[in-house]
């Protein structure tokens, strides 16, 4: 089997009635491309640049920053690389910001609450990615967005970065696009009209399931509650896809789900651009896709999304799939 999936290092991702999509690789720093490129990755669907940040007693410099998002870019040699921007908070603190503790840590202050609040790191940040931006394909992707003003918000500040730096004479590209990931579910109910001002969404579903739920993605005692296959989660990622390309824009998954045997047949009949993975699952994903034919994946799609329960939807995809 192993040796199957060799040979399709270099091959595009298609299903066996010709349909194609992208998959990428989620990564947490440059050293991680190495194995996106031995597992033929045609993109970063996802860079995580929380590790910059954590493990040390202060922010990481402009600089510092630069030359990892540089180191990226390069590595992959003009493919698409998405880079989120600080997704702090939550399960993943920074001690020396001195944040004052929380009962809902994951409901509070975090991700693009603390970057619109605190705007010397955010900015800080966007200038670095402004800068490495004509090293390769960049493209720009805010966490934790859960209204449209934020969104706005955030875009305007980096437009401004850019047109302070383009004022002295620091080149950056010209043609960036910025998107979000969707892992709020008023995010994901409102796709329509975000769909307007974003050039593309990746779906969270790490989040996009817990919030959805109101199950703690690390808690044990409600982890019967986490289901990805439960016609309530697929039926808001259907709504983020239609509203994606009904405005022209792609839509992508950067979750665990995107790698995942069960969803995959469910993910392409619902007509997903790209799917981000640890690196590791991206050949196997791409031989199971090789062997799904879209159109059957279509009318599945289409048939779990009526029905009740998680199991359901499993049993559904077994019988229709070769798993
Ligand atoms: C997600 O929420 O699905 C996601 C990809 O982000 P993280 O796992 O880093 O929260
Ligand atoms: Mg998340």
Redesign the pocket.
């Given at each position: 089997q192993k040796a199957e999936w060799a040979k399709l290092v270099n091959e595009p991702t298609v299903s066996n009635d010709g349909h194609h999509v992208e998959l990428g690789a989620?990564i947490g720093t440059p050293k991680d491309l190495k194995g996106v490129t031995e597992h033929g990755g045609e993109a970063v669907g996802?860079y995580?640049t929380e590790f910059l940040y954590m493990g040390r007693d202060e922010l990481p410099t402009e600089d510092e920053q630069f030359s990892a998002y540089k180191a990226v870019l390069e590595g992959m040699e003009g493919k698409p690389v998405v880079v989120r921007t600080l997704?702090i908070g939550g399960d993943k603190e920074l001690p020396y910001l001195n944040l004052p503790k929380e009962m809902n840590p994951f409901l509070g202050f975090r991700a693009i609450r603390l970057c619109l609040e605190e705007q010397d790191i955010f900015r800080t940040q966007l200038r670095a990615l402004l800068r490495a931006s004509i090293y390769g394909n960049l493209k720009i992707m805010f966490?934790m967005i859960s209204t449209l003003n934020e969104f706005r918000e955030a875009k305007a500040i980096l437009s401004e970065e850019q047109a302070k730096l383009n004022e002295t004479g620091v080149k950056t590209a010209d043609n960036i696009e910025v998107g979000i990931?969707v892992?709020i579910p008023s995010t994901a109910v409102m796709a329509d009209l975000f769909a307007k001002e974003v050039d593309f969404f990746s779906i969270?579903?790490?989040?996009?399931i817990q919030y959805t739920m109101a199950a703690d993605r690390m808690n044990e005692r409600v982890s019967y509650l986490y289901q990805p296959y439960n016609p309530a989660i697929l039926r808001l990622v259907k709504m983020v896809i239609d509203a994606a390309h009904k405005e022209g824009k792609w839509a992508g998954m950067?979750?665990?789900m995107a790698g995942d045997e069960i969803a995959i047949p469910i993910l392409l009949g619902l007509g997903l651009d790209e799917f981000s993975m640890s690196a590791t699952s991206i050949l196997k994903a791409r031989s199971q896709i090789s062997r799904l034919n879209h159109k059957e994946m279509k009318e599945l799609a289409n048939d779990v999304l009526q029905l009740h329960t998680n199991d359901e939807v499993i049993e559904a995809v077994k019988k229709v799939t070769e798993l």
């Open positions: 989620n996802l995580r997704d966490p990931m892992e969270g579903t790490n989040d996009l950067c979750g665990e």
